[in-house]
């Protein structure tokens, strides 16, 4: 695998994108079986009431054995309209929010069939706002992790471990309820840090 190489994410941690970064070029693996409990559908804000999870309903089109490039996603529950309303009610107040509102909406609002296609989406607006010039590519086949270098993000950046680098606060909208709390969604910097989001990200020591 000649780049590093990333799992899909929605609205992907601050950790992803402080990574994401400091690379001119890397690969998002789409031919991994699709695990469970992962930001591949999932991201976490902070609400007037703490940290809420947004989960994206996702649907297994071959049982155990989907690959997440194909991972359907399900609008029956109208997941995107209560998303949005998080989000706004989350972040209607912090300082750039109006700035980088429409188009955020726009994505949510349309009707993704995959999610790798909505994750995609979502991660150009962040690399577009937060103006990092990254160039993303897909995989188009499996790598097994013990057949990589040490450039193998995939499974280290999941809620269920760690964070694997030091998050330095920054204002967030509730600091006045809660503590910082670090590796939110990078919505959570875009929104509170705007146009300087990238170079907060730049000054971020990885291991």
């Not at 703490?50 to 029956?76: C, E, F, Q, W």
């Not at 950046?157 to 606060?169: A, D, F, M, N, Y």
């Not at 509170?192 to 000054?203: A, C, H, I, T, V």
Request: proline share 10%; hydrophobic share 40%; aromatic share 12%.
């Amino acid at each position: 695998m000649p780049y590093p190489l990333f799992p899909t994410a929605y609205c992907p941690p601050i950790a992803y994108m402080a990574l994401l970064a400091h690379y001119p070029h890397v690969s998002i693996e789409r031919c991994e079986t699709f695990p469970k409990q992962t930001y591949r559908n999932r991201c976490e804000i902070l609400t007037g009431n703490g940290p809420m999870i947004l989960s994206v309903p996702a649907v297994r089109t071959n049982g155990n054995h989907t690959l997440t490039g194909d991972m359907k996603i399900t609008y029956a529950e109208h997941w995107n309209i209560k998303h949005l309303r998080a989000i706004t009610a989350a972040y209607n107040a912090s300082p750039y929010f109006l700035y980088y509102q429409d188009s955020l909406e726009k994505i949510l609002l349309q009707p993704y069939e995959h999610l790798i296609d909505l994750n995609m989406a979502l991660l150009t607006f962040l690399l577009q706002k937060m103006k990092i010039a990254t160039t993303i590519e897909l995989t188009n086949d499996f790598v097994a992790p013990q057949e990589m270098d040490a450039n193998d993000f995939r499974y280290t950046l999941s809620p269920k471990l760690p964070c694997p680098i030091e998050i330095p606060p920054y204002d967030q909208v509730f600091a006045d309820r809660f503590p910082f709390h670090p590796n939110l969604s990078s919505l959570d910097l875009l929104f509170n840090m705007g146009p300087d989001s990238k170079r907060y990200l730049e000054q971020i020591i990885l291991p």
